[in-house]
T-cell receptor
Framework: GAVVSQHPSRVICKSGTSVKIECRSL??????MFWYRQFPKQSLMLMAT?????????EQGVEKDKFLINHASLTLSTLTVTSAHPEDSSFYICSARGGWDRGMNTEAFFGQGTRLTVV | AQSVTQLDSQVPVFEEAPVELRCNYSSSVSVYLFWYVQYPNQGLQLLLK??????LVKGINGFEAEFNKSQTSFHLRKPSVHISDTAEYFCAVSKSNTDKLIFGTGTRLQVFP
């Protein structure tokens, strides 16, 4: 299957600072990328959907000014957690889908996840 | 709106025993159905998916699932589990014409020796 690389895998930051998480599709063009948040022993909650070259669509209850998503190219999307606080500590996972022309629209490929700890 | 229900939060089973992880969904439109596995501190790996056609879907690692439209279910099965199958399993649904995956709450499969 296709490969989605997420970086970093773990990050610890001080309260009040910002953290950027990268999500790259290594061998396909990701027309759509998704960002999820997972609390311990819980399911994945979709935060936002981003299409290349356009603004992200955020789910209800997700602060778009706090969780900045950029999808500037077909292989890279970034999630920036601004002014992070301890309650933002979580496991963040990205996934990517290709376009219909690649026959990849029906499956989402997931990154390895990023464990964010805000101290 | 779509939703996914995984009835069992935890399923303990002995090695080499069969297992079934249950998943029910609700949707007013036709759907795509997926099962993913998550190992600790890792992302999700696709086990299998149902898009159309045969209702019995075979996936990786010996897993299979059966789509039952009348019961709105997509239960995951394996005839003989291994210790290495210990992980979290998520059922998910997606509309045919949108990209979002809606996940169930997950089932923790614990395989004992």
């Amino acid at each position: 299957g296709a490969v989605v690389s997420q970086h970093p895998s773990r990050v610890i930051c001080k309260s009040g600072t910002s953290v950027k998480i990268e999500c790259r599709s290594l061998d396909f063009q990701a027309t759509t990328m998704f960002w999820y948040r997972q609390f311990p022993k819980q399911s994945l909650m979709l935060m936002a959907t981003s299409n290349e070259g356009s603004k992200a669509t955020y789910e209800q209850g997700v602060e778009k000014d706090k969780f900045l998503i950029n999808h500037a190219s077909l292989t890279l999307s970034t999630l920036t957690v601004t002014s992070a606080h301890p309650e933002d500590s979580s496991f963040y996972i990205c996934s990517a889908r290709g376009g219909w022309d690649r026959g990849m629209n029906t499956e989402a490929f997931f990154g390895q996840g990023t464990r964010l700890t805000v101290v | 709106a779509q939703s996914v229900t995984q009835l069992d939060s935890q399923v303990p089973v002995f090695e080499e025993a069969p297992v079934e992880l249950r998943c029910n969904y609700s949707s007013s439109v036709s759907v795509y159905l997926f099962w993913y596995v998550q190992y600790p501190n890792q992302g999700l790996q696709l086990l299998l998916k149902y898009l159309s056609g045969s209702t019995l879907v075979k996936g990786i690692n010996g897993f299979e699932a059966e789509f039952n439209k009348s019961q709105t279910s997509f239960h995951l099965r394996k005839p003989s589990v291994h210790i290495s199958d210990t992980a979290e399993y998520f059922c998910a649904v997606s509309k045919s014409n949108t990209d979002k995956l809606i996940f169930g709450t997950g089932t923790r499969l614990q395989v004992f020796p």
